[in-house]
């Protein structure tokens, strides 16, 4: 079992940077896809970003472009996100997860989840 705990959730102002990250339990990591999402109040839940195994591989959702970044540190069993130029639009949970399959951008591809962290973007 897969225990994920993300954490550096916050109420930041539009424009701030924020960095997320998420403690992987499993001495597997470094052999696992991770991802993040996002759902906001009233919607579905958003694919933000994905890395592969190594690292080299990241995609990123249409809405996050150019302004989110992913990275994994192996030897810490860490993912992050960081988030610059925040804007309101990017008020959600953010749930970190981890799958199998190589940087897949469908909640249904990650087989473990951790429980979220709120960001809230004031305007």
């Known amino acids: 079992q897969v225990q994920l705990v993300e954490s550096g959730g916050g109420l930041v102002q539009a424009g701030d940077s924020l960095r997320l990250s998420c403690a992987a339990s499993?001495?597997?990591?470094?052999?696992?896809?991770m991802a993040w999402f996002r759902q906001a109040p009233g919607k579905e839940r958003e694919f933000v970003a994905s890395?592969?195994?190594?690292?080299?591989?990241?995609y990123y959702g249409d809405s996050v472009k150019g302004r989110f970044a992913v990275s994994r540190d192996n030897a810490k069993n860490t993912v992050y996100l960081q988030m610059s130029s925040l804007k309101s639009d990017d008020t959600a949970v953010y749930y970190c997860?981890?799958?199998?399959?190589?940087?897949?951008?469908?909640?249904?591809?990650?087989?473990?989840w951790g429980q979220g962290t709120q960001v809230t973007v004031s305007s």
């Open positions: 997860a981890a799958g199998t399959l190589s940087a897949a951008r469908t909640p249904q591809a990650y087989d473990y």
């Open positions: 499993d001495r597997t990591f470094s052999s696992r896809a």
């Open positions: 890395i592969n195994r190594s690292g080299y591989i990241t």
